[in-house]
């Protein structure tokens, strides 16, 4: 397997290890060769990590090529939680405290590098923080009050690596890429608790009342106690055996902390971090359909080396995303070249890379549900009322916000729209999934895979009825069995 060091500055680190190459972040984001390997290890070393920064993109575009990338998204993630981050230290909290014990100070900062601190007395600690968080550089930050707790976790760059640690860290990064292996971090048998999460405030909530009312008596009849819960209760989570999340899903709120916490906690889940990690990234989507040879409309990662060869690629009018938009947010229509310009702007300063897509106009889109493997409803979304998409946030009247659809039985849907996407839900494992297809000159494109699709009563059930609320309450016993 080919190992790659990305970082900022290729220039600043030397390595004695066979067999390893580093690059540069922005060569291994925009360089083609590298969306074509087959097998790689990613070791990500870029100075920056936050949300949508080129550290970011690394790994998710990694996990995208199907590379095994150090650290994961999910690891990056996980340190911006602060509410996980607590709950993690407390599992090994014995060790902290053993650890600390002969510090007579109120406070300490732990640094680790490659799961190594340059005092060996550390050793324990800094192993577990790293097994668990995965990321190269570490700074942990404890205080004493009646006992040692965790302040902060965050990652750090080189560049804040204290120059009397360099000749460590040298040592601790030789040892640890020459390693051929890394290591990476109550069962019911028919009734059991579940919780639904919901947000009252949740301005495009994926089911409305009258469907989570529907969930709870669909429960009630399979023995099922269900209950809505909302983002305040994540301290209450572990007293149920299943999460079924109804927020709607970004990286940056509570769902995908609840959706973290029940993974550690061995807790049923529809759905998924890393389905919502993949999910809500437009970025990841493009490179991972890309990959996997599944058609879309014309499609250019954009960032700023490229930006003004993309309309010769994708045309006008065009589509452009911000990595993280849901449900038509943060999804604009470009028609001219400054139009387009004057949005790439505007997107490029949120994030380091945007997506740019052609145009193609269809009176619907196929809406395909897929719940572990399995297809188990077919809409048709419309367009809203004199609009270019399914949803518009802009229009007067709420009934104009979004357009009418139609549920039909999945023998009905083309065989090629089903293969299409059966095959795109596959790219994301197991999970609940609605997939948007456009159908275009008898050509279907895959525009969307949404983790968390919407449920509604009346529309995505008018078909099936009850069976759609059974099949996913059995999809969580499943897990759960």
Same mark, same amino acid.
């Given at each position: 397997?080919?190992?790659?060091?990305?970082?900022?500055?290729?220039?600043?680190?030397?390595?004695?290890?066979?067999?390893?190459?580093?690059?540069?972040?922005?060569?291994?984001?925009?360089?083609?060769?590298?969306?074509?390997?087959?097998?790689?290890?990613?070791?990500?070393?870029?100075?920056?990590?936050?949300?949508?920064?080129?550290?970011?993109?690394?790994?998710?575009?990694?996990?995208?090529?199907?590379?095994?990338?150090?650290?994961?998204?999910?690891?990056?993630?996980?340190?911006?939680?602060?509410?996980?981050?607590?709950?993690?230290?407390?599992?090994?909290?014995?060790?902290?405290?053993?650890?600390?014990?002969?510090?007579?100070?109120?406070?300490?900062?732990?640094?680790?590098?490659?799961?190594?601190?340059?005092?060996?007395?550390?050793?324990?600690?800094?192993?577990?923080?790293?097994?668990?968080?995965?990321?190269?550089?570490?700074?942990?930050?404890?205080?004493?009050?009646?006992?040692?707790?965790?302040?902060?976790?965050?990652?750090?760059?080189?560049?804040?690596?204290?120059?009397?640690?360099?000749?460590?860290?040298?040592?601790?990064?030789?040892?640890?890429?020459?390693?051929?292996?890394? +290591? $990476? @971090? *109550?069962?019911?048998?028919?009734?059991? !608790?579940?919780?639904?999460? #919901?947000?009252?405030?949740?301005?495009? %909530?994926?089911?409305?009342?009258?469907?989570?009312?529907?969930?709870?008596?669909?429960?009630?009849?399979?023995?099922?106690?269900?209950?809505?819960?909302?983002?305040?209760?994540?301290?209450?989570?572990?007293?149920?055996?299943?999460?079924?999340?109804?927020?709607?899903?970004?990286?940056?709120?509570?769902?995908?902390?609840?959706?973290?916490?029940?993974?550690?906690?061995?807790?049923?889940?529809?759905?998924?971090?890393?389905?919502?990690?993949?999910?809500?990234?437009?970025?990841?989507?493009?490179?991972?359909?890309?990959?996997?040879?599944? +058609? $879309? @409309? *014309?499609?250019?990662?954009?960032?700023? !080396?490229?930006?003004?060869? #993309?309309?010769?690629?994708?045309?006008? %009018?065009?589509?452009?995303?911000?990595?993280?938009?849901?449900?038509?947010?943060?999804?604009?229509?470009?028609?001219?070249?400054?139009?387009?310009?004057?949005?790439?702007?505007?997107?490029?300063?949120?994030?380091?890379?945007?997506?740019?897509?052609?145009?193609?106009?269809?009176?619907?889109?196929?809406?395909?549900?897929?719940?572990?493997?399995?297809?188990?409803?077919?809409?048709?979304?419309?367009?809203?009322?004199?609009?270019?998409?399914?949803?518009?946030?802009?229009?007067?009247?709420?009934?104009?916000?979004?357009?009418?659809?139609?549920?039909? @039985?999945?023998?009905?849907?083309?065989?090629?729209?089903?293969?299409?996407?059966?095959?795109?839900?596959?790219?994301?494992?197991?999970?609940?999934?609605?997939?948007?297809?456009?159908?275009?000159?008898?050509?279907?494109?895959?525009?969307?895979?949404?983790?968390?699709?919407?449920?509604?009563?009346?529309?995505?059930?008018?078909?099936?009825?009850?069976?759609?609320?059974?099949?996913?309450?059995?999809?969580?016993?499943?897990?759960?069995?």
């Amino acid at each position: 397997m080919n190992k790659y060091i990305v970082v900022n500055q290729p220039e600043k680190w030397h390595f004695s290890i066979e067999n390893i190459t580093v690059i540069s972040s922005q060569e291994y984001l925009t360089n083609p060769k590298y969306s074509l390997l087959k097998k790689a290890r990613i070791f990500n070393l870029c100075k920056d990590y936050s949300y949508q920064s080129k550290g970011y993109y690394v790994s998710l575009l990694a996990e995208a090529r199907g590379h095994l990338a150090i650290p994961t998204v999910m690891n990056l993630v996980d340190l911006k939680a602060l509410k996980l981050v607590r709950i993690v230290s407390d599992e090994f909290d014995d060790v902290i405290q053993q650890s600390l014990k002969n510090i007579k100070s109120q406070e300490f900062t732990l640094s680790i590098y490659f799961g190594q601190n340059v005092a060996h007395k550390y050793k324990e600690l800094s192993a577990l923080f790293y097994k668990h968080f995965q990321v190269p550089f570490l700074r942990v930050k404890f205080n004493h009050t009646t006992k040692w707790n965790v302040q902060s976790i965050r990652a750090i760059s080189e560049s804040e690596i204290p120059v009397e640690h360099m000749e460590s860290v040298m040592v601790f990064a030789n040892q640890y890429f020459s390693k051929k292996r890394y +290591d $990476t @971090p *109550k069962l019911t048998k028919s009734d059991f !608790d579940l919780a639904i999460l #919901v947000n009252p405030n949740d301005p495009a %909530p994926p089911s409305n009342q009258k469907a989570l009312k529907k969930f709870i008596e669909v429960a009630e009849k399979m023995n099922i106690y269900a209950e809505i819960i909302e983002p305040k209760d994540l301290s209450r989570l572990s007293s149920f055996d299943a999460l079924f999340i109804r927020q709607s899903t970004e990286v940056n709120n509570e769902a995908y902390a609840f959706a973290r916490k029940a993974q550690q906690d061995g807790i049923a889940i529809i759905d998924y971090p890393d389905a919502i990690l993949k999910c809500c990234n437009k970025v990841y989507m493009a490179e991972a359909l890309n990959n996997a040879n599944i +058609d $879309t @409309p *014309k499609t250019v990662i954009v960032h700023k !080396d490229n930006r003004n060869d #993309v309309i010769k690629q994708v045309g006008l %009018p065009c589509v452009l995303k911000a990595p993280d938009s849901t449900f038509s947010f943060g999804v604009k229509k470009a028609k001219t070249e400054e139009e387009y310009n004057s949005l790439v702007s505007s997107m490029l300063k949120e994030s380091d890379l945007i997506i740019a897509q052609e145009f193609c106009p269809s009176d619907y889109d196929w809406r395909i549900g897929i719940l572990d493997d399995k297809p188990f409803f077919a809409c048709k979304y419309y367009m809203a009322k004199g609009h270019w998409q399914i949803y518009n946030w802009d229009a007067k009247k709420k009934d104009d916000q979004d357009g009418n659809a139609d549920c039909l @039985p999945i023998e009905d849907v083309p065989q090629k729209v089903l293969d299409m996407a059966l095959k795109s839900a596959r790219l994301m494992g197991k999970g609940l999934y609605g997939i948007d297809i456009k159908v275009v000159d008898n050509k279907p494109m895959v525009i969307e895979i949404n983790d968390n699709p919407n449920i509604d009563l009346g529309v995505e059930d008018r078909y099936y009825g009850d069976l759609i609320y059974t099949e996913i309450l059995t999809a969580l016993k499943n897990r759960l069995d």
